[in-house]
């Protein structure tokens, strides 16, 4: 294709074990998925719908495994704080998909950061106005290298944790997600058209807090992968 201005590389996500990497088209997040963090963001815990919002595709920073990868502190808050996610990675394109079909449409899993800006996401939800000052600037989506669903199956129990410099933040399991993986997939399927290459961070356990210049977070999930972000 020609192009009038230069054209970017897709951004895409490594795939353990394969040189052939994941090309990703959009990035897709839950809000308050787990109930201990309903409650510490003064939400309401129960399980009401779930409800979504985006990041661009250029939002993600690839954690290479066994590295530790730097993030640029981002422009225009003193308050970013990590929230550790288990990804999934949509290879199948669908829509309205059955809860019990849903797994059909994963590629694989893996684990991530859905780096916030907490101070422009509180500004915003007072006034009213969009999250994506909080949400969806760059670099706010880490991400280590992808599992296929084909190699590992479909994960329902694993622990997740994050540490930052060697001292523990956050830890739950994934079976603790309000909506599960299948019951995402079905509902974000309601709303959007899903294509290969979507990508979506499930939310977050509780003990979200910030994180600042010159530290390191290391986070994992059983069975799925482990990520070295250093904020610089
Ligand atoms: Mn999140």
Redesign the pocket.
Known sequence: MKTVIPAWEVPAVPVAGSAARFPVRRIY???R?YAAHAREMGGNPEREPPFFFCKPADAVLVAPAGETVSMAYPSATRDLHH?I?LVVAIGRAGRDIAVERSLDHVFGYAVGL?M?RRDLQGEAKKTGRPWETG?AFDRSAPIAPLRRASDIGHPAHAAIWLEVDGSERQRSDIDQLIWSVPEVIANLSMLFELKPGAVI?T??PEGVARVDRGQTMVGGIEGIGELRVRVV
């Open positions: 997040c839950v809000g998925n929230e996610e859905d916030t949400k961070y939310g977050t």
